[in-house]
T-cell receptor, first 116, second 113 residues
Framework: AQKITQTQPGMFVQEKEAVTLDCTYD???????LFWYKQPSSGEMIFLIY??????QNATEGRYSLNFQKARKSANLVISASQLGDSAMYFC?????????????FGKGTKLTVNP | NAGVTQTPKFRVLKTGQSMTLLCAQD?????MYWYRQDPGMGLRLIHY???????AKGEVPDGYNVSRLKKQNFLLGLESAAPSQTSVYFC????????????FGPGTRLTVT
C-alpha cells in the first residue's frame, strides 16, 4: 500500500531561521511525484512544491526547497528564512497511479509554529 | 474566475439525515476529487471523477455517493449521515492527467450530531 509518513506532529522555529519538515514515502511505483501543501488556520490547501521521481535536481520554489533522497525514500521540505506567516499545517503527499488515473495520498501533517 | 467553490461552507446534520455537498469549478478541468480531513489526519480521498459522467471510489468511499452529470460540478451525497462523518470536506479539481495542478476548494465543515 502507498503510504506517506510525517513523523513530526509539531515543529517550532525562530523567525528568520531555516526549518526542515520530514516526509518519508513508501511506494512500489517506478514513476511517482511528491508534493507539499500548506494549510493555514483559514483552512485552504495551498500547493507549495513538487518533485518528480526522475528529476535529477532538488525542486526549489522561492524560500521552499525539497531535499529529495530517493534511496532513503525521503522528501523533506526546507523552508529558509522563516516568516511569521509560515505558521501553518504542512502536508506531504504522494501522487500515485491507480486504475489509470492519478491520485494524491496525504501524510498526517506537521504543525509549524514560527516564533518572533 | 472563481476557481473551485464549495457549497455550503458549514452544516450541522442530525444522525440519519441526508444532504448533498456541491463542488463547482470554472476552469474546465477534467478531474475532480472529494477528500475528507479529520483531526490529526491528512486528507483522505473519498471519490473522484476523471470526466463528465464518470466516478470512481477512493480510499474511504463507504457512506458516500457522488455524481458528475456536468463537467463543472461534482456532487457528494450522504444518504444517512453518521457522527463518524463529522469532518471537513475538500473538493479539488485538476486538468486531465495532471494532478500536479490540483486546485482545492475552501472546504465544507460538516458536523453530524
Amino acid at each position: 500500500a502507498q503510504k506517506i509518513t510525517q513523523t513530526q506532529p509539531g515543529m517550532f522555529v525562530q523567525e528568520k531561521e531555516a526549518v526542515t519538515l520530514d516526509c518519508t514515502y513508501d511506494t512500489s511505483d517506478q514513476s511517482y511525484g511528491l508534493f507539499w501543501y500548506k494549510q493555514p488556520s483559514s483552512g485552504e490547501m495551498i500547493f507549495l512544491i513538487y518533485q518528480g521521481s526522475y528529476d535529477e535536481q532538488n525542486a526549489t520554489e522561492g524560500r521552499y526547497s525539497l531535499n529529495f533522497q530517493k534511496a532513503r525514500k525521503s522528501a523533506n521540505l526546507v523552508i529558509s528564512a522563516s516568516q511569521l506567516g509560515d505558521s501553518a499545517m504542512y502536508f506531504c503527499a504522494n501522487l500515485i497511479t491507480q486504475g489509470g488515473s492519478e491520485k494524491l495520498v496525504f501524510g498526517k501533517g506537521t504543525k509549524l509554529t514560527v516564533n518572533p | 474566475n472563481a476557481g473551485v467553490t464549495q457549497t455550503p461552507k458549514f452544516r450541522v446534520l442530525k444522525t440519519g439525515q441526508s444532504m448533498t455537498l456541491l463542488c463547482a469549478q470554472d476552469m474546465n478541468h477534467e478531474y475532480m476529487y472529494w477528500y475528507r480531513q479529520d483531526p490529526g489526519m491528512g486528507l483522505r480521498l473519498i471519490h473522484y471523477s476523471v470526466g463528465e459522467g464518470t466516478t470512481a471510489k477512493g480510499e474511504v468511499p463507504d457512506g458516500y455517493n457522488v455524481s458528475r452529470l456536468k463537467k463543472q460540478n461534482f456532487l457528494l451525497g450522504l444518504e444517512s449521515a453518521a457522527p463518524s462523518q463529522t469532518s471537513v470536506y475538500f473538493c479539488a479539481s485538476s486538468p486531465r492527467g495532471n494532478a500536479y495542478e490540483q486546485y482545492f476548494g475552501p472546504g465544507t465543515r460538516l458536523t453530524v450530531t
